[in-house]
């Protein structure tokens, strides 16, 4: 009798178990943790049979597990969310992405995505210099990228590192074709510090151990809004606008949850969702964060070749090293 | 025995000689022909070469500066009339105990920019005190932490040292000072220079206090460069990482060789086991130096703690010295509310106790079978469980990466278990060295007299052997429990999505600049590991007077 009751109860929790059991898509990004754990709660929401399983770490730390796990062709990931371009141009031409387009995706502007439908640009970040208000006035602030190099900020200056960060690798490639490589070698020379993260960046400026940092916009925007006594510029000698993009693994065997991931990120809702973190939207029906001039800013924006980009990456990163490790 | 034998050599050749072998042969192909290509690419650059040689002189400099400490202060507490010498003996080896990384930061907050010292200097003074975040920073840093390596060896050879040498001088009519010159530094000499080698191995090893103190200041040396190739995420800097680690072994192997050659060549039968009282010298009007003595104790011990403490305390770095910014929710927050720190911990305990678990047994069986077999297969054991000594953890982990990421199809990238292979394979010689010892110490007439009684050898194992050997299980477990529950080094390069460690818990917080939550972490480790201290030496304590009853 007893064993019987025990096998009922087993069967029916075996049951329930099946029943129950979510479809779970694991989405490697180097959006910040606070921002992807809201639009991870959103989703959920719309879609209780789904759950988002979040690794999160910098661009390249999520290159380099992405990497090792590709040579040993084992995938964990079934979406891709960073910051670095040039890796989604890579794994394009390694044929590892799912070609998709939707009604949502249409909505968003051809050129945040790729012309093929492997990957979408849902995010726009920008490297901004930021500076502290209590140390610099804003008349005393860096005006342009070129004034990081002035005397006036020895030893006063931190900026993520390009090995970590994606897309301060962008930023850096943009400098370079700008200003050559002498830039990089005076930012050296001026004895700028170089951390792992914007987030690092904004916070050593925040608590005033730097006067001036290069960071990202929307970090700068949330450490205002918290009080923070901190400001930033947009730099007159030409807005770096990253577009951080995002894309499906086509060995994942979740596709169909994972384009529902994407879609919401994609939708009014998500950038929404992104708007409220201070992120610079990617939807033309989505307010902006105040006091952005979307159309000003992306009037002024460096051209970004991809494919330039993701060519000139290891050289980038391997000359900066030499100048800076 | 021969099946056991048999297992135990194909556990270590898998554990230990493939992961090595395929390391190096890795670091000399290129596109699947042999090649010197990989160490070209890599030692052209020249942010590598400085790397390497930058290692080296941190190996130079930091056992330079271990030596001094550590045979100074040996003998002003062995050897002279220094004022609560005891007390001092017991504190100075205290840095010993605290993980170097979690040093590191105590000394960042004293010492690095915005630190308590240099905020108080600057308002005194308008300028920072010191900057730590240099090359003189890490080779104080480390030196703080491995000194005790030297203190330990040099303090051991003159408390045991044949007192009847220095009578005889002082019979001759020699002065003391003379005795210490002529006969007390010549007979220590080989102890020290033993401790300051080992401190070159470990001090080019090291990743935490080179990542905590040197990288914000762009002074990057091999395991963190290796660091930063291996997050670099390309396949260029993955063949960079492997060149550069084959290179770090070539610097600490260094270290060791010359420390074997060291102490088998010297005859250490000067200094007998007997205990003896020896000449004390009077420091006199030299007291100063033994106030100088407590003066670093005290620093060394008690300033990076004390850093630690105070800002696991402050409710945000930076804020007014005032009680209103003081508060206890950063523990709360890393215990209890943040998901990610709770699961550090909870991955952490789980891994050292099935590292030292594991690890115990193993390295139990191969010193029981090389102890009982000595033949070619049991010596190529021996050989095999001695590697990983002079293989830093930071190569552990590459050589790991290389061998379990699917190469021989087996995929364990991004678990539990590539993890605690590396911690077996690093932590193994503990094992293995401790078991031998207290196997040493087991009469063989024990085990002959229960097989002449008829036993047969597992029985003898099993109610002799075993009984007899628990103490020293025991030890090795612990010796490895302690150091893998707060590994760094191993499991930075490692941890997947999932398998977060203390260690690495802490180093991001402190890296992502949550200096207050880091702090939090750091002290539970603190206190974690100085309570375990304690109930050990009481355990080995209470082992011994039973012993002897």
């Known amino acids: ?325 | 025995m021969k099946g056991l034998k048999f297992t135990l050599f194909i556990i270590l050749l898998i554990l230990i000689g493939l992961s090595v072998t395929l390391l190096i042969i890795e670091s000399f192909t290129d596109k699947g022909k042999i090649s010197l290509n990989n160490y070209t690419m890599t030692f052209s650059r020249r942010s590598n070469i400085r790397s390497f040689e930058r290692t080296i002189y941190l190996a130079i400099f930091t056992s330079l500066f271990a030596g001094f400490v550590g045979a100074t202060s040996a003998w002003l507490v062995a050897r002279t009339n220094l004022p609560g010498r005891r007390i001092l003996r017991t504190i100075l080896v205290v840095p010993f105990m605290v993980p170097p990384f979690i040093g590191a930061m105590g000394w960042m907050f004293f010492l690095g920019r915005g630190g308590y010292l240099n905020k108080l200097w600057m308002s005194l003074f308008g300028r920072e005190f010191y900057d730590i975040h240099t090359f003189s920073g890490i080779v104080l840093v480390l030196g703080m932490y491995l000194y005790p390596l030297v203190f330990l060896n040099v303090a051991s050879a003159l408390e045991k040292m044949d007192p009847s040498l220095e009578e005889a001088a002082r019979m001759c009519g020699a002065k003391v000072g003379r005795i210490m010159k002529d006969i007390s530094l010549p007979l220590v000499l080989p102890s020290i220079l033993s401790g300051m080698l080992l401190v070159f191995a470990s001090a080019a090893a090291n990743f935490g206090v080179p990542a905590i103190i040197g990288m914000p200041g762009r002074v990057y040396v091999l395991t963190t460069k290796i660091m930063s190739y291996l997050y670099g995420g390309t396949i260029t800097g993955l063949r960079r990482a492997v060149a550069l680690s084959v290179a770090l072994i070539g610097v600490a192997v260094i270290g060791l060789i010359l420390n074997n050659i060291l102490t088998s060549k010297s005859k250490f039968t000067i200094i007998t086991g007997k205990y003896t009282r020896p000449l004390l010298v009077d420091l006199k009007g030299a007291r100063w130096i033994g106030y100088l003595l407590w003066a670093f104790a005290i620093i060394a011990v008690f300033v990076p703690m004390f850093s630690i403490f105070l800002t696991a305390l402050w409710k945000a770095w930076g804020l007014p010295f005032k009680l209103s910014s003081f508060t206890f929710s950063n523990f709360t927050y890393v215990l209890f509310k943040y998901s990610e720190t709770k699961r550090a911990i909870a991955n952490s305990f789980l891994y050292a106790i099935i590292a030292a678990t594991i690890t115990t047994i193993i390295g139990a069986l191969v010193a029981y079978t090389v102890k009982k077999q000595r033949d070619p297969m049991t010596k190529i054991m021996e050989f095999l469980s001695t590697i990983p000594q002079a293989i830093p953890g930071t190569v552990v982990a590459v050589a790991m990466i290389l061998t379990w990421s699917g190469k021989l199809k087996i995929n364990l990238y991004n678990t539990v278990w590539i993890i605690i292979l590396a911690y077996i394979a690093r932590y193994l010689f503990f094992s293995v060295r401790t078991v031998t010892g207290g196997l040493s110490q087991i009469h063989s007439s024990l085990e002959e007299a229960a097989r002449s009684s008829g036993a047969k050898e597992l029985r003898v194992a099993r109610d002799i052997t075993f009984p007899l050997l628990w103490p020293s299980l025991f030890a090795s477990w612990v010796l490895i429990f302690m150091p893998t529950l707060r590994e760094l080094t191993i499991s930075i390069l490692l941890y997947g999505p999932h398998t977060k460690t203390i260690g690495v818990a802490i180093y991001e917080l402190q890296d992502a600049g949550e200096y207050e939550a880091a702090s939090a972490m750091a002290t539970i480790v603190l206190i974690i590991t100085f309570t375990l201290q304690v109930i050990m030496n009481a355990i080995t304590k209470r082992k011994k007077r039973g012993d002897l009853a």
């Not at chain 1, 178990?17 to 921002?35: C, D, E, G, N, R």
């Not at chain 1, 005076?186 to 730097?210: E, F, P, Q, W």
């Open chain 1, 1 to 325: 009798m007893l064993k019987k009751g025990l096998f009922v109860i087993l069967i029916v929790l075996l049951l329930s178990t099946v029943a129950f059991s979510k479809t779970t898509v694991t989405l490697y990004t180097s959006v910040p943790k606070l921002i992807v754990e809201s639009i991870k709660a959103e989703f959920e929401k719309v879609n209780p049979d789904i759950e988002v399983s979040i690794y999160r770490s910098g661009s390249s730390k999520v290159v380099a597990k992405l990497t090792t796990e590709i040579t040993s062709g084992r995938i964990s990931a079934d979406v891709l969310w960073i910051a670095d371009p040039s890796f989604f141009v890579y794994l394009k031409e390694k044929g590892l992405l799912v070609q998709y387009n939707s009604e949502v995706l249409k909505e968003i502007p051809a050129k945040f995505k790729d012309p093929d439908n492997y990957f979408f640009g849902l995010r726009a970040i920008a490297p901004v210099i930021a500076y502290n208000t209590n140390i610099l006035k804003a008349e005393d602030a860096p005006k342009k990228w070129i004034d990081l190099t002035d005397k006036k900020f020895k030893k006063n200056i931190i900026m993520p590192s390009p090995l970590y960060s994606g897309s301060n690798l962008v930023w850096l490639y943009c400098m370079t074709k700008k200003y050559g490589w002498k830039f990089v070698e005076d930012l050296s020379k001026n004895g700028v510090t170089v951390c792992n993260s914007n987030s690092i960046a904004m916070k050593s400026v925040a608590s005033g151990s730097y006067k001036v940092g290069v960071t990202l916009d929307y970090k700068v925007r949330d450490a205002m809004k918290k009080g923070s006594p901190v400001n930033f510029v947009y730099p007159e000698d030409g807005n770096v606008i990253v577009i951080s993009p995002m894309a499906i693994f086509n060995t994942s065997k979740v596709q169909d949850a994972a384009k529902k991931l994407v879609d919401f990120v994609a939708s009014k809702k998500g950038q929404e969702l992104l708007v409220k973190n201070n992120i610079i939207p990617v939807r033309t029906d989505v307010t902006p964060p105040a006091g952005v001039n979307l159309s000003k800013l992306f009037e002024s924006a460096f051209p970004i070749d991809l494919v330039e980009l993701r060519n000139k990456a290891q050289e980038i990163k391997d000359k900066f090293a030499d100048l800076f490790e």
